[in-house]
């Protein structure tokens, strides 16, 4: 009997921890998505909003690692300048949740330009839970290389 219960408790215990996981999974992925509507409507002041006073940011067509909120608030305010606005949507995300810390890696595309130009980037976003919300502390995109080309034999 003991035994049972043991196991009983041990059990429920697993299913708490796996739907805590999957909660904050999706909190991630809410968290990631917000950051792209932030983006897709280019409110600077809203998307540095969502990075924790200490991040580090490598944008995609950054030349620098930036580490303050001005310069995060600069980047995007120089990308929200443009005359035609970029737009991103995520195409794969894999999302890691590591207590109070979690990480979401994938591809994402830009689309940018009067003709609508379509960029394939890949992404990096860690967050960190403060007072929770999920913040992000380290950020990192660049645009997928260009496959080589096959070589003539």
């Known amino acids: 009997m003991r035994i049972a219960i043991v196991l009983t408790g041990l059990l429920l215990a697993g299913c708490q921890t796996m739907q805590a996981t999957d909660a904050s999974r999706k909190e991630i992925l809410a968290a990631s998505q917000t950051w792209a509507d932030a983006f897709n409507q280019c409110d600077p002041g809203r998307i540095a909003a969502l990075y924790d006073r200490g991040a580090a940011m490598w944008g995609t067509t950054g030349q620098n690692i930036i580490t303050t909120p001005e310069g995060i608030l ?80």
Not at 89 to 104: K, P
Request: proline letters at 9%; a positive charge; hydrophobic letters at 40%.
């Open 74 to 153: 600069q980047y995007f305010t120089a990308a929200c300048s443009l005359p035609v606005k970029p737009k991103v949507a995520f195409v794969e995300q894999n999302v890691r949740v590591h207590g109070d810390i979690a990480l979401n890696s994938g591809t994402y595309v830009f689309t940018a330009g009067k003709q609508a130009l379509q960029f394939p980037a890949r992404f990096s976003f860690a967050y960190r839970s403060v007072e929770g919300r999920w913040m992000i502390v380290d950020f990192h995109s660049s645009l997928k290389p260009v496959p080589p080309k096959p070589s003539a034999s």
